[in-house]
């Protein structure tokens, strides 16, 4: 149940929704929904959904009834600022980390550096962001939230999806500096990277890369400090309150045994692209990054295909393209109704495969579309965007 801070609530439909702008308080039970959601919405990255169920479940013995505020972005003033804190690396590395405090150290020296070099700067860090959906990156950034008695924003830094690399964020789309960053790995030991162009996202993921590669292919990682403004006009809101109503959906469907598909279409723009078995699903870490294909066989008899670079980056079929990022493609099992990032998705599987168009803020500047084009030369796909106007299916 959500619990909130100040004001009265009221119940819609089965949701809590709000007549006044207010705080919310998390408990475990809300993450545990956030994190279904957020696995989901994360387009095929963000890693296993139950090494973020672990990790929650690792809090709650450390912490106990432990509860982390949720602020709405309007709540802040035009002097704070939030900052990203996450991981970044192989989903396929997080596997067999599901119990062991995954990122908790390397999360906390994260945040303390970029503490003292925006205190210097005279920029107080007064809440976290979070860096996409991902139930792992999402429960880095709230157990460093409770660590640091700091609020979590409503809203993420990646466009309302999960991204393979810093120059896809939707921050790095609209300008927002990378600089500084800070990677950490599991002994706290830290990384400052500063490039001559405070934009350069690209030398930050070359060095980022190499720190993750020499470090089992998984580093803590911050940067994008943003402000109230950067995050309204720049980034995504409602990103935690969207994933608690799409997790809350899917844990119902676990328990009726129900498909959630019509559930789920009554709060997201979905569109159906494939139900049908997995046949294959074949991937490699290249640079600290899963490269993929997964294959699929349609119950129309047809094969499709989803190219994958983390998330979910290109769905075609045997004759063309049908959509790509930064559209979001969706995938759950059908016969457990449990979402499912790429690093799960194993041959036999049965699942359903959707796709959701993108946040506005993409389209708000050519770069929104031309940043994905070296991630799909990386493919062998050597076309342009497919947007979901465009599905005909």
Known sequence: MLSWTGRKRLFVNNWIEEDEKMSIVLDAQIIREILYGTSFLAAGGGGPLQVGLNMLDSMTERYGDFTVELKEVEEMS?????????????PEATVGN????????????????????????????????????????????????????????DADAAGGRAVPGFDVFLGAVHG????????????????????????DCYEVERIGRLVCTANDFVVGFGTYVVSREDILTKLTTG???????VGALFLKALEDGIDPMEDLKKILTLTELCRGEVLSSE???????????ITFRGKDGNKY????????????????????????ILTYDTDTLMPLSNADIK????????AMPAHEHWYLTPKGESCWLTRFKQLGYNGECVRYATLTC
């Not at 970029?114 to 979070?130: D, K, N, Y």
């Not at 670079?309 to 959509?323: A, M, P, T």
């Not at 041959?347 to 959707?354: L, R, S």
């Open 176 to 199: 927002v500096p990378i600089s500084p960053a800070v990677f950490a790995d599991a002994r706290g030991n830290v990384t400052i990277v500063m490039p001559d162009d405070p934009h």
């Open 305 to 328: 295909y989803i190219d994958v670079q983390n998330e979910s980056l290109i769905f075609r079929n045997d004759e063309k393209v049908l959509i790509t990022v930064p559209d979001s």
């Open 347 to 354: 041959e036999g599987m049965n699942v359903m495969v959707c």
């Open 283 to 293: 991937a490699k870490v290249v640079g600290g990054q899963d490269f993929g294909l």
């Open 239 to 245: 990103s935690l309150s969207l994933s608690q109503k």
């Open 98 to 153: 599901e119990d062991k405090g995954f990122c908790v150290t390397e999360g906390k020296a994260v945040f303390n550096t970029l503490e003292r070099i925006h205190h210097m700067a005279g920029r107080p860090l007064t809440s976290l962001i979070w860096a996409e959906h991902s139930p792992i990156n999402g429960m880095i950034a709230i157990n460093v939230a409770l660590e640091k008695g700091l609020p979590i924003l």
């Open 78 to 90: 035009q002097t704070e600022h939030a900052v990203v804190i996450a991981a970044l690396g192989s």
